[in-house]
């Protein structure tokens, strides 16, 4: 029997999500996005769940997008359309997650990279294993982090933004500690155990309150992130469709250096 790409549990006020491609790194295919969409609408549903972590199935917590889809669209004759697509459907996730009402909690429990780094960001409070990785390699691919750039300013501020997104490299988990993006640091035995008990302490506290408390941060003190989001979505959709983008995703999947137009 196929395994579903995200897995749900219930246990007591906390639920749990789980990213469920380890043999692709729990990279974001459309299919995983559709899914992990649906998953935050149902425990939306779900009364008695008050605070929701967020992980991944074996050694990475999200390793991105589906690099093989990204590929395929780019040898399409016209793939425009599909790179808009793309884009406006990872918008739509990370929204789903900033509008979300209850606390996500990110337990990183390997590496977060491009897209799943956004994931992370896109959670409250992040807690990691301290072999996590972080970071944004899109411009070593020929693309633009520019959907996951707003809200990676929005938590950690410019300078550190910048010098993650201008480098393409990867830091470990006691930078990302040291730089805001990363809340506590925890062993990999401990990691669930920590992220469970940081749920259950978001449990005891008013629903209602939590509710208008993400609104406040999100919504108000963040004014500006959803307008930045969605001009993120648009640079981001544009640079897929270089002939950089085509280099680059081509020459990451061939395992060679890339040769720049």
């Known amino acids: 029997m196929t395994q579903p790409l995200v897995r749900i549990n219930v246990h007591e006020h906390t639920g749990t999500i789980i990213l469920n491609r380890p043999e692709r790194r729990n990279a974001l295919s459309r299919e995983l996005m559709r899914s992990l969409v649906e ?41 425009r359309a599909q790179w808009h697509e793309d884009s406006v459907q990872y918008l739509d996730l990370l929204e789903s997650m900033l509008r979300f009402p209850k606390p996500l909690i990110a337990a990183v429990n390997g590496p977060a990279v491009a897209g799943g780094a956004g994931l992370a960001l896109a959670c409250d409070i992040v807690l990691a294993a301290n072999n996590a990785q972080f970071g944004f390699p899109e411009a070593r691919r020929g693309i633009v982090a520019g959907l996951v750039a707003p809200l990676l300013v929005f938590r950690i501020g410019a300078g550190h933004a910048a010098r993650l997104l201008l480098t393409g490299g990867l830091i470990d988990a006691q930078e990302a500690f040291r730089i805001g993006v990363f809340h506590r640091l925890v062993d990999a035995d401990h990691l669930w155990p920590q992220a469970t008990d940081t749920a259950a302490e978001c449990a005891h506290c008013a629903p209602e309150a939590l509710s208008l408390t993400k609104r406040m941060l999100n919504e108000t003190i963040g004014e500006q992130l959803s307008t930045m989001l969605v001009a993120g979505a648009a640079v981001s959709a544009t640079s897929r469709t270089t002939e950089a983008a085509a280099e680059g995703l081509a020459a990451f999947l061939e395992k060679r250096p890339p040769k720049w137009p």
Do not use: N, Q
Not at 57 to 79: I, N, R, V, Y
């Open 39 to 79: 998953a935050i609408g149902d425990l939306h549903l779900e009364r008695r769940v008050r605070a929701v972590v967020l992980t991944g199935a074996g050694s990475a917590f999200c390793a991105g997008m589906d690099l093989d889809e990204m590929h395929a669209t780019t040898k399409m004759d016209d793939p």
